[in-house]
């Protein structure tokens, strides 16, 4: 066994979202086009007297370091079922927005769960390190295998996708954060009494993303919880439309916002948006990043 395990887990951007209605259990149905992207978290696991998290970086103050924090919870979930006394600490080196509808708290927790199997020496088979994933949460098994995938049921069921090229995006980084119950809450709300249609992959993305097409992708996201995130944070849309004229191909709300994504032509035009979306003020910080990006993987042991 290693004295400590370090693993890097990457963001991800829904580059398409479609939600059907609500289901009896509360969730909803997804047709849920998931890409990783390169701003990472890290997870070290360490040999301690008992469980604790610990977490640093610039958002850090915003991260719940007790049993709620779901890197503590993915290592519960792993030592119950092998009788394992869960005696790690987990520090969080965070990079990736909190709160922000980019995975950060499903990173973490699949960092968690692949650092912990590697300090315990357990070699959890791939298929049950995905299932303890999804009970975690909707999108932590994506989070494990990064890439780009299709995730349908609440978004854990997952078919990895072809991607055909580097695709260069900016991510603006609110002032605040959004619940994403809340969000899907306000989905329900906005369309109360109209028929929402069952959620379908469309056709064209995939293809775009198969073949590395900016241009074609940008033609095609979609983010159905966007009214929504919207509706609850109404200065989101200053955002966009800085982003539209600074030169973005396409802009969206990332997942339940609300970070924004712009998904641009190269490196170039993504420093000279988040340039313009800094200094427009509407956003706290804005992020260069490249995708697809790998899941999770251990970097240091
Ligand atoms: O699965 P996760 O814990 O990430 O989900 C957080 C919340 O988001 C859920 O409690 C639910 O309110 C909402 N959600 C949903 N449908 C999904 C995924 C999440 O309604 N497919």
Known sequence: MSASVTVRVPAKV????AVGAARP????????VFLAVGLYDEVTATPADELSVTCAGPDAGQVPLDR???????????AAP???DPAVHLHITKDIPVAGGMAGGSADAAGALVACDALWGLNTPREELLDICAQLGSDVPFSLVGGAALGTGRGEKLRPLDVGGTFHWVFAVAD?????????REFDRLTEGTEVPEPVASQELL???AKGDATALAATLSNDLQPAALSLFPSLADTLE????AGALAALVSGSGPTTAFLVRDA??????ARSLLASGTCRTARTAVSPAPGATVVRA
């Open 68 to 78: 709620t924090n779901l890197a503590a919870r993915a290592a519960l979930a792993l």
């Open 207 to 209: 293809d775009a993303l």
């Open 25 to 32: 259990d509360g969730f909803h149905d997804l047709a849920n």
């Open 242 to 245: 800085t982003g539209r004229r």
């Open 82 to 84: 092998h009788g394992i």
């Open 268 to 273: 170039e035009s993504a420093t000279g948006v």
């Open 14 to 17: 829904n580059v398409q979202l």
């Open 176 to 184: 605040g954060g959004l619940s994403t119950p809340a969000v899907y």
